[in-house]
Structures are given as structure tokens and as C-alpha cells.
């Protein structure tokens, strides 16, 4: 008798067990929203499922945790940052296989059906796996982007003395410096003709490859490799497709990545590469939105629709569609196909907007000198600031990057862009 | 809804853009409104006294003297800068409400404490300059001997920042927003009538 006051009211339903908002995907998109819908709606059960066993982290830190300078507990999300709401129901390994868009409930594998309020997508992508390459499925094959990898990759770092690194991006980068504070020696192989080509081009990269050759990374141009072969114990080399065979006991892909969207398959949910939203981050289907790596945006200066896998995107995207999902409109303002800043043996760099100039019409202005190098690159009228990319010294970078959002006419300041003495001071008094 | 029933224990929330502290008993929770820097160019003259106390009050010595030799040297967190042809701006952190850079760092190192001064904890910080990519003013620092970013944290051991309190011609002030508006539009009444007087 005394138990039934605990059970649900006749008929009603266990708050819980229907969220006023379930968010699927735990990582920088789904969190951000599932924050700003606390700071809208307090009172507001939020759900986040996330398929991955850890508790939601910074994931631009695993690689960190793989050469060992941060442990996984220090980089967990929730009470760091502005990740500070209380309140926000956390279940990890739980993936969702199918939605339910007219009962409004998500089945969660292995785990039954959950209902909804209303829900969210924010499930991210995944690294994309080339099908080309032969024997990519064996042991010490990776790709870095959860924190289950870079345990799985740590350990496999202690008997690995060579590890080759397939794709010459940034993700694929910062695993190479990790592996390579550990005392591997690391080879990358790009098929681009250099470097980081998404964030500049081969003309634009010399300080960068100067620095890269500095800290020893061994770096293969133009090429690609054809198959990995292994034995028992894992990989033993890599055969590239100019016939020249490495040994060595690691491989790390960094092809790019791809919109996690295999569960809306067969739903009326409009997919066109990744999930399709409007400027309000809404699906096509009501009390439905989606945010982060998996949805379409837009580029606020050409207008193109985009894909980005940046955290910083993500957030901001998930903080949009948090406001947005609660009744607060809010208008995304899209964001650049390229937009970056990190520091690559101790170069620090900044590329966002249009960075890509070779034979096209833009304005392009570069200084270059020993330690620094700058690309401004205005519309082909001169009055727009399209693009930028800091090598060396990126002081003041956010205020281009807002000149260039705002897709403002430059006027005055012009001169001051590029000879790079902007100061908001111009922006108050200019 | 009544202000008793929103805000019942211990709890420290948001609204309408500003701190509201409210503690134990609801008729005792004061409204607790941030100070912030206000700064009249008109008066300012670059003299740059600002700058120097604020690297001084940053450094480990905590005097002029000390500060000179330190090394790496002690920054400065605001910026006093020039427009053509006779402005001078003092820049600094505003502290943003929906702050860009908070949200934006990839290690969690950005947040609000609740004075509402947005703080960079430099143990988390990992130098990736994210924050710099995306502050519309400019004015994160980068430390390059540490490799970690750094602001205006508002000298959170001294009841005014030390900026505010070494200009000697008061162009930077120290005020809430309410009383700082107040003190606009008593002086441009006073110019007003002054006008008319002369």
C-alpha cells in the first residue's frame, strides 16, 4: 500500500519517463543546447542520450589524454565551462536506432522506447573510413575521435615504434604530435600536394611545413595508401600507391568526416547529405530540430550549404537550436566552411572565411616575413573582407572574423586590415 | 507567478540579464548588479597609467619595481589605442553577456564566476587561441612563454580594478550600469543648463 504513492498518478504519465526535450547526442552540440534550453526553461526536464560509455567531455582534448598530459576525468563537460546547469539527465550507452516521428518517441537499442516533448538531433559524425584501402580492418588501425580511441590508441602506442598517419588535416595533425611526445616516430601521408590543404593553400603553408619539419614529423606528399598488412599481433606496415611499402605498428586515418544519419533512414525527416534545417535550426517535421556536425548549414558570405566539424560551430549551432526548441526564436547566422585556430608545433595559426584564392578574382594582399605570415583576401570590388589566414601572429583575429561575418563595408578601415593595426577603437570611432 | 514561488532557497539565477541572489528567505535577496568599466574617451589622453598598473597588478611582485625584472614579463590586459585623427580608446574586456569566447573554448577553460566576470583558468587552458579566434574586441592576450591565453579578470582582490583606480584623469570609472546612466544624464543636464545659463 505505502509503495503506490510513489507510482504514477492513474493514467499519467512518470515525468521522466517522457522528457520535455530529448536531445540525442551528448557531445558539443547536444550539450550547449541542452544548456541553453536550462537557461530558457529552468523547469524543464532535458534528456541527453549519448551512445559512447563516457560521461560527455571536450572531445578536442583526446588527444591530450592519448600523450598522457590530461587524464579522461579532467576533461569531462558538464561543471566546466559554461556547462554549469543543474538538471540535465545525462544516459550514456544509448543509441538510438530508429525515431518514431508521428508517436513522438525514439527507440533507444537494446532499451525500449522513450517519448518525447519535443527532440533534438545532435548526433554528430564519425570519421570517414576510405573503402579503398585493403586490410583496414585489422588491429592498431585507428581513428582518433573518441576517448574510447585514444585509450585503445594509448595502448597500442607502447609497442608501437613507427605509426603512419593516413590524411593531412588537423585532427590527423594533433594525433601525430601526441604520438609523437610519446617517442614514435610518425610518418604523414597526404594525398593533397601539402599539408592543413582545407585551411590554406600549398603557397600559404611554408611556415607551417617549416615548423612540422622542425619537430621531426616525416612528411609524404601526393600520395596514398593502397593497403595495410598485418599479422596476428596487428599492423606491420603500409603499401602506398607509389609501390613503396613502411613498416610499422600503428595506423591513424584522418579522411574527413561523415554526418551520423543512418537512423532517420526511412523516416520523412529531409536529408540532403546531413540533416536539413532552416535558419531556426527546425527539421522539416514540427517540434523536431537539429544542430551541430550532422545538420546542413549555410555560409554567410556565399551563401553555399555546409557541413563543418568544428566543437566551436557545434556549440554555438546547439546554443541556437537550444533557444529555438523552447520558443525562443532565434536565427542562426551560419557560419564559415573554414574557420580555424590552433597552434601546430608552436606555429599559431588562424584561417577562416575564403582562404582558397588560386585563380580567382578576389583581392589578395600577402606580407610574409621570417616568423609571420598574412593573407587578407577581399571581394573582387575591394570592399568586403572575405577571408583571412594568420600564421605566426594572430593577435586580434575575432575582430576579422566579425568584419568579415558582418559582411560589412570596410571603407576606412581598410588599410588597417592590411597592415594588420585594427583595433575596435576604428569600429567606435571609425 | 509570485517572486516567493520563483525563487525559494540558496538559489543564484539569471534573469533578465542580470545576477539576482537570492538566499534562505525571499524577502532578503538583494539584487545584486555587477559593476562594470565604463570608460569616457574624452578624457582619456594615453597616458598608458592604466596599462602599467595593470601588468604591475598581474605580476607576481605586485610593485613597479618588481614587475620591471620579472620574467616572462607581466601583461597587460587593456589596450589603450589611437584613431585618427586625435581619439584615444582605452579597449578592454567587456566581460559579454553571451560571451563568445566561453563558449567557444574547446577545454572548458572559459567560464563566469558569480560576480559575472568571465575568467580563463589558465591550469585548463591549452593555448589552441580559439578564444582569440572569436573575441570581437581583440582583447585576449597570448602568453607566449606559458602558451595560455589571458584577459581582464577584473582584479578579483581589489575592491576597484587597478586600471580604474591609478587614471589620473578618470576616464575609466568603476560603476554600475544604473548609476553610471544616472551620472550621463545629470551631466548632460548639467551641460544643458549651462548652455542655456551662458
Excluded at chain 2, 582569440?132 to 574586441?137: A, I, K, N, R, S
Aim: proline share 4%; glycine share 10%.
Amino acid at each position: 500500500m505505502l509503495l503506490l504513492k510513489y507510482l504514477p498518478a492513474k493514467g499519467g504519465k512518470m515525468k521522466r519517463d517522457c522528457p520535455d526535450y530529448l536531445i540525442i547526442g551528448g557531445s558539443a552540440a547536444g550539450m550547449a543546447a541542452a544548456q541553453a534550453i536550462k537557461e530558457k526553461d529552468p523547469k524543464g526536464i532535458v534528456t541527453v542520450l549519448s551512445e559512447e560509455p563516457d560521461r560527455p567531455y571536450f572531445r578536442p582534448l583526446i588527444p591530450y589524454v592519448l600523450m598522457g598530459r590530461k587524464k579522461a576525468e579532467s576533461i569531462e563537460l558538464l561543471g566546466n565551462g559554461p556547462y554549469t546547469s543543474a538538471g540535465i539527465e545525462v544516459r550514456t550507452v544509448a543509441r538510438v536506432d530508429q525515431v518514431d516521428i508521428s508517436g513522438k518517441s525514439v527507440n533507444i537499442k537494446g532499451n525500449g522506447r522513450l517519448s518525447y516533448g519535443k527532440l533534438l538531433f545532435a548526433t554528430g559524425s564519425r570519421p570517414n573510413i576510405p573503402s579503398g584501402i585493403e586490410g583496414i580492418d585489422a588491429n592498431g588501425v585507428f581513428a582518433l575521435r573518441k576517448l574510447s580511441d585514444a585509450r585503445a590508441m594509448a595502448q597500442r602506442a607502447e609497442s608501437t615504434e613507427h605509426a603512419v598517419m593516413l590524411g593531412g588535416g588537423l585532427l590527423n595533425l594533433k594525433a601525430a604530435f601526441a604520438l609523437l611526445e610519446l617517442g614514435i616516430k610518425v610518418t604523414l601521408v597526404v594525398y593533397s600536394p601539402e599539408v592543413l590543404s582545407q585551411l590554406m593553400e600549398p603557397a600559404d603553408a611554408g611556415l607551417i611545413r617549416n615548423a612540422l619539419d622542425k619537430a621531426e614529423l616525416k612528411i609524404i606528399t601526393g600520395c596514398s595508401a593502397k593497403g595495410i598488412i598485418s599479422d596476428k599481433n596487428g599492423v606491420t606496415g603500409v603499401f602506398l600507391d607509389d609501390g613503396s611499402e613502411m613498416s610499422c605498428q600503428m595506423v591513424c586515418i584522418g579522411k574527413g568526416t561523415r554526418p551520423n544519419i543512418e537512423f532517420l533512414s526511412g523516416s520523412e525527416i529531409a536529408i540532403d547529405k546531413g540533416i536539413v534545417v532552416d535558419k531556426y535550426t527546425a527539421c522539416n517535421k514540427p517540434d523536431i530540430f537539429a544542430a551541430g556536425d550532422v545538420a546542413v548549414t549555410f555560409e554567410p558570405v556565399t551563401g553555399d550549404r555546409i557541413m563543418t566539424g568544428l566543437w566551436t560551430n557545434a556549440v554555438e549551432m546547439g546554443r541556437c537550436a537550444g533557444y529555438n526548441i523552447t520558443g525562443t526564436k532565434t536565427a542562426y547566422s551560419g557560419t564559415f566552411g573554414i574557420m580555424n585556430a590552433t597552434q601546430v608545433a608552436d606555429e599559431p595559426f588562424v584561417s577562416m572565411g575564403i582562404v582558397h584564392t588560386k585563380d580567382t578574382a578576389y583581392e589578395v594582399h600577402v606580407s610574409a616575413a621570417k616568423s609571420t605570415y598574412r593573407k587578407v583576401v577581399f571581394s573582387p570590388d575591394g570592399e568586403r573582407l572575405v577571408g583571412v589566414l594568420f600564421i605566426g601572429d594572430i593577435t586580434g583575429a575575432g575582430m576579422y572574423r566579425y568584419v568579415i561575418r558582418g559582411n560589412m563595408q570596410i571603407g576606412r578601415i581598410k588599410s588597417h586590415i592590411m597592415n594588420h593595426t585594427l583595433h575596435y577603437g576604428h569600429f567606435l570611432k571609425g | 507567478m509570485s517572486a516567493e514561488k520563483a525563487w525559494d532557497s540558496d538559489t543564484v539565477c539569471r534573469h533578465q540579464g542580470r545576477w539576482i541572489i537570492a538566499q534562505l528567505n525571499i524577502k532578503e535577496y538583494a539584487m545584486y548588479e555587477p559593476k562594470e568599466i565604463f570608460v569616457n574617451t574624452s578624457r582619456c589622453t594615453a597616458c598608458k597609467t592604466c596599462e602599467i598598473s595593470c601588468a604591475v597588478a598581474h605580476s607576481r611582485s605586485g610593485d613597479l619595481y618588481g614587475a620591471l625584472s620579472e620574467k616572462p614579463a607581466p601583461k597587460r590586459r587593456l589596450y589603450v589605442e589611437w584613431v585618427s585623427p586625435d581619439e584615444n580608446v582605452p579597449i578592454l574586456c567587456r566581460h559579454c553577456e553571451d560571451a563568445p569566447c566561453m563558449h567557444a573554448c574547446i577545454s572548458g577553460a572559459i567560464s563566469r564566476n558569480k560576480e559575472s566576470v568571465v575568467i580563463t583558468d589558465s591550469d585548463k587552458c591549452i593555448g589552441c587561441w580559439t578564444c582569440v579566434m572569436v573575441c570581437p574586441y581583440g582583447v585576449i592576450g597570448r602568453h607566449l612563454e606559458t602558451h595560455k591565453s589571458y584577459r581582464c579578470d577584473r582584479c578579483p582582490d581589489r575592491e576597484t580594478p587597478a586600471c580604474v583606480s591609478s587614471c589620473p584623469t578618470k576616464a575609466l570609472v568603476y560603476r554600475t550600469v544604473e548609476t553610471f546612466s544616472k551620472d550621463v544624464r545629470r551631466d548632460a543636464a548639467s551641460k544643458i543648463l549651462a548652455g542655456e545659463g551662458g
